[in-house]
Every structure is written in C-alpha cells, then in structure tokens.
C-alpha cells in the first residue's frame, strides 16, 4: 500500500530535549516536505526537499533541520525544542512534477512543555 | 512566491443545500491547483485537483471545483451537502516555477442536519 508513514504519532517533551520525527514514503518519490498546523494558521511549510542531498527552507524553518540522505526518508529534527513549537507536525511527499498532488502522512502532535 | 487565501474560517450549511468554499490565488507562473479534506484526528486527503483544460474539475465524493483564471479563484462546490461532508477543507497552490505546494488556513465547514 502506498503510503507515508510519520512516527511518533504523539510525543511529550520537555524543552531542551532533542528530538527526531521520522517520515519515511514507499512511493519513491523525490518531493518531500514538512509542515506545521496550527490553529487560524493553517498548513506553514517547515522544510522541502526535491531530492536526496536538497534541501529549502519553507516560511517557518527556524528551530527545525532537517535531512535527505535517502530518497524514502526526510526526518524532522528539534535540536532544543521550545513551547513555541508545540504544533501538529504533517510530513508529505509527491513525485517533483508540479500537476501532482501530494500525500500525507498521519500528522504528529508535539508537545513541548 | 505563491500564495493562497481563504477569506471564511468555517461556513455553516444545512444537510441537502449547496456547499461552496472559497479559495483565491496568487502565482507567477501558471498555477495547479488542488483541495484537500482533513477529517478530525486524521492526515490530508486529496479531493480533486486543477492542471490545465476544463474549469470545472470534478473530484472524490461529489465534489467539483471551478477554476476562473480572471479572478484568480478555485471555489469547491457540492450541490448537496451531508453530514459527513463536516471537515477541514484547504485549498493549495504550485506553479510552473517551481514545486513548493502552498496551502491557504482552511475552512472548517459545518454541515447542520
């Protein structure tokens, strides 16, 4: 089955604590992105990338890294997570032509208390 | 960059009347455009979607979409509306330019029995 596939589903941490979010897509595409949902906000782009070893920054990047060093891979990193970033976190990835939708993954909720 | 506004933040309709949810754009190059549903405690679902051709594109669930080039606009419709219609609904944007898929705030819609 196709799919995107993010984990945690829910995670609870503490400020300061590193923390990774993985998302990993069996449909080989190249596209993949990260976005934060917020209330009145809608979805913000954190980061993209159009290929192994490319990456952009989106509208809300600072706080986050990220990595592409697989195709079906493109985990989220928080090196100190703040309260600020406390947010419902949606991986999405799409072949790189641009009459393509995408998919989603599940969405993580993150709370950083 | 593209952008995408979606002026109402719910729209409230009785079960059986037409739905109809606003979406404009803003693009440099020409657009693709796509909606979305989110149902609560789930991931993006992709509905229909607008690449070149007919404007009205039609989608999953009876729902279709009118593409005016003029008014920059990409309204969803549905003629009759259900209760299980009751979700998240966001518009989104690419453009020729480049592949970085824009999302507008969302619309809660409310359909009332």
């Known amino acids: 089955e196709a799919q995107v596939t993010q984990n945690p589903r829910y995670l609870i941490t503490v400020t300061g604590k590193k923390l990774t979010v993985t998302c990993s897509q069996n449909m080989n595409h190249e596209y993949m992105s990260w976005y934060r949902q917020d209330p009145g906000l809608g979805l913000r782009q954190i980061y993209y990338?159009?290929?192994?070893?490319?990456?952009d920054k989106g509208d809300v990047p600072e706080g986050y890294k990220v990595s592409r060093k697989e195709k079906r891979n493109f985990p989220l990193i928080l090196e100190s997570p703040s309260p600020n970033q406390t947010s419902l976190y949606f991986c999405?990835?799409?072949?790189?032509?641009?009459?393509?939708?995408?998919?989603f993954g599940q969405g993580t909720r993150l709370t950083v208390v | 960059a593209q952008s995408v506004a979606q002026p109402e933040d719910q729209v409230n309709v009785a079960e059986g009347n037409p739905l109809t949810v606003k979406c404009t754009y803003s693009?440099?190059?020409?657009?693709?455009l796509f909606w979305y549903v989110q149902y609560p405690n789930r991931g993006l679902q992709f509905l229909l979607k607008?690449?070149?051709?007919?404007?009205l594109v039609k989608g999953s669930y009876g729902f279709e979409a009118e593409f005016n080039k003029s008014q920059t606009s990409f309204h969803l419709k549905k003629p009759s509306a259900l209760v299980s219609d009751s979700a998240l609904y966001f518009c989104a944007v690419r453009d020729d330019g480049n592949n970085r898929l824009a999302f507008g705030k969302g619309n809660q819609v409310v359909v009332i029995p």
């Open positions: 607008y690449i070149t051709g007919d404007n």
């Open positions: 990338s159009m290929n192994v070893e490319v990456t």
């Open positions: 999405a990835s799409s072949p790189l032509r641009q009459n393509t939708e995408a998919f």
């Open positions: 693009v440099s190059g020409n657009p693709y």
